[in-house]
């Protein structure tokens, strides 16, 4: 797998994820629980139970970011983990990139550099999911995607509505393998991805996992590595 935090500098690393979830339908995903946790290469996703709230609940960071994030929760710092990944049934590696919502993109991205993080890119036109607008950071090695729904969209909300996280794109080594053991009836069919050289599929709400979670193939492998991320599609979508 590629080390992106060697590639990209951050100031902060995403070590944990807390999710409304309960481990038992991680666990039926193919996921390794382990304490109500599961760990994806250097980050953890806490799995609170589904009477925790809604979603995404919370999220710690190694390197603190100051101030207000558009209504993102506030994260906690705290150390990465040492020790070997975790190894999975379903294959499932490493964490891509986290998914936040916002109804106006600027604010977002605006509160989320006050709080000390680099833009890296943003892209605006059509996408798969029929958003226009989004933003790019990375927590480490892993991106933060912020996207921005047209006005008439269901998820959009009020104009003045907090920024949310919504869900986030998991890595398979073997996308195929993975598919296989997870099973149609939680992990949706295999696609292209906007991102050239990628597939990736959606897990189903039968699974139950707390928030929107998709599986992609792995990043090309070149000595272009940075620019071909930054300079790639929809995120949210797999580009």
């Not at 629980?33 to 806490?46: F, K, M, S």
């Not at 604010?107 to 989320?112: H, I, L």
């Not at 990736?200 to 792995?218: D, E």
């Amino acid at each position: 797998m590629v080390n992106y935090a060697a590639v990209v500098d951050s100031p902060a690393q995403l070590v944990a994820l807390s999710l409304a979830a309960d481990p038992e339908a991680w666990s039926r995903a193919g996921f390794t629980v382990a304490g109500g946790e599961v760990r994806l290469g250097g980050a953890r996703v806490r799995l609170a139970g589904a009477d925790a709230g809604r979603g995404a609940v919370g999220w710690d960071l190694a390197g603190p970011l100051a101030g207000d994030l558009d209504g993102l929760p506030l994260p906690g710092v705290a150390a990465p983990s040492p020790g070997p990944a975790a190894v999975h049934l379903n294959g499932i590696a490493t964490v891509d990139h986290v998914v936040a919502f916002t109804p106006n993109l600027d604010r977002s991205v605006a509160a989320v550099q006050r709080a000390g993080l680099q833009l890296r890119r943003r892209r605006n036109g059509p996408t798969g999911g029929g958003s226009a607008r989004q933003a790019f950071f990375w927590l480490g090695d892993v991106i933060l995607e912020l996207v921005e729904h047209p006005p008439q969209a269901r998820e959009a909300g009020a104009p003045d509505a907090p920024a949310r996280l919504w869900g986030l794109a998991l890595v398979a080594p073997d996308l195929d393998a993975t598919a296989e053991a997870v099973g149609d009836d939680l992990l949706g069919q295999l696609r292209d991805a906007i991102q050239p050289g990628r597939r990736i599929a959606t897990f189903s709400r039968a699974a139950a996992l707390g928030v929107a979670v998709a599986v992609m193939s792995p990043h090309p492998q070149s000595r272009g590595l940075r620019q071909e991320i930054l300079q790639s599609g929809d995120f949210r979508r797999g580009g």
